[in-house]
């Protein structure tokens, strides 16, 4: 089976229903991620960062996959996938892709503060201010941010190594170092990449299919085609 890796964004969450961080009306114009997404934020104001996935944790719990997130699974018919996701969330599992790593983490789960390894389930429930994890140190939320290290990503640059076609879908190729790992593609991989803004964000690109659009209307009809089903 041909290896194919998927690169998504919050591009294809946001049809779902999720808020990005980044869009004109996005989470960033209603905090500064100073405050909420950072490590130095959780050592001055655990109770507001606490709030903050808390309420990202409500969201979740409220939303479906998009019609994108389950063609991006169906592709397990005919390819070896591998989703890397720079989304926290678990849209991709719920439609029912299998091979996923999560770049920044997830948020329906929680960790020690001290030890990253040890990693609980905690689904759509509120992590509670003082809450403790098995090791006797705080819960935090099991997320990468601001001023952390990236720890998935060498697994994801050694997938899209592998990677005999690569298909990018929802992100604008901005936000390093996730935007670094079209980089690391060979040169005989095929890439696609699916966006509303995609020729404009890769305008300096010929070698990459550019296809401009929303991921719920397109990525279907992508995925029919490399099933051989159009």
């Given at each position: 089976?041909?290896?194919?890796?998927?690169?998504?964004?919050?591009?294809?969450?946001?049809?779902?229903?999720?808020?990005?961080?980044?869009?004109?009306?996005?989470?960033?114009?209603?905090?500064?991620?100073?405050?909420?997404?950072?490590?130095?934020?959780?050592?001055?104001?655990?109770?507001?960062?606490?709030?903050?996935?808390?309420?990202?944790?409500?969201?979740?719990?409220?939303?479906?996959?998009?019609?994108?997130?389950?063609?991006?699974?169906?592709?397990?018919?005919?390819?070896?996938?591998?989703?890397?996701?720079?989304?926290?969330?678990?849209?991709?599992?719920?439609?029912?892709?299998?091979?996923?790593?999560?770049?920044?983490?997830?948020?329906?789960?929680?960790?020690?503060?001290?030890?990253?390894?040890?990693?609980?389930?905690?689904?759509?429930?509120?992590?509670?201010?003082?809450?403790?994890?098995?090791?006797?140190?705080?819960?935090?939320?099991?997320?990468?941010?601001?001023?952390?290290?990236?720890?998935?990503?060498?697994?994801?640059?050694?997938?899209?190594?592998?990677?005999?076609?690569?298909?990018?879908?929802?992100?604008?190729?901005?936000?390093?170092?996730?935007?670094?790992?079209?980089?690391?593609?060979?040169?005989k991989c095929r890439i696609l990449y699916l966006d509303k803004n995609a020729s404009q964000n890769l305008s300096y690109s010929s070698e990459i299919e550019c296809i401009n659009g929303l991921s719920a209307i397109r990525v279907p009809?992508?995925?029919?085609?490399?099933?051989?089903?159009?």
């Amino acid at each position: 089976m041909q290896k194919l890796v998927v690169l998504t964004g919050a591009g294809i969450s946001a049809e779902s229903g999720l808020p990005t961080f980044r869009e004109s009306n996005g989470l960033w114009k209603q905090y500064r991620f100073e405050e909420i997404a950072s490590i130095d934020a959780w050592n001055e104001n655990p109770n507001d960062v606490l709030d903050f996935y808390n309420m990202r944790r409500r969201k979740l719990s409220e939303v479906k996959p998009n019609a994108a997130h389950y063609a991006i699974a169906s592709l397990e018919q005919k390819f070896d996938v591998c989703i890397v996701t720079q989304n926290v969330d678990n849209l991709h599992e719920r439609a029912g892709s299998t091979n996923i790593v999560h770049l920044h983490g997830e948020l329906t789960k929680a960790r020690s503060e001290k030890n990253s390894n040890l990693v609980t389930e905690i689904g759509y429930r509120n992590i509670l201010s003082g809450e403790l994890a098995a090791d006797g140190s705080r819960l935090r939320p099991h997320i990468v941010w601001f001023g952390e290290e990236v720890p998935m990503l060498s697994k994801a640059i050694e997938v899209v190594e592998q990677a005999q076609i690569l298909l990018i879908v929802g992100t604008s190729l901005q936000v390093y170092p996730a935007a670094s790992l079209i980089h690391y593609a060979k040169k005989k991989c095929r890439i696609l990449y699916l966006d509303k803004n995609a020729s404009q964000n890769l305008s300096y690109s010929s070698e990459i299919e550019c296809i401009n659009g929303l991921s719920a209307i397109r990525v279907p009809v992508l995925v029919d085609k490399l099933l051989g089903k159009v």
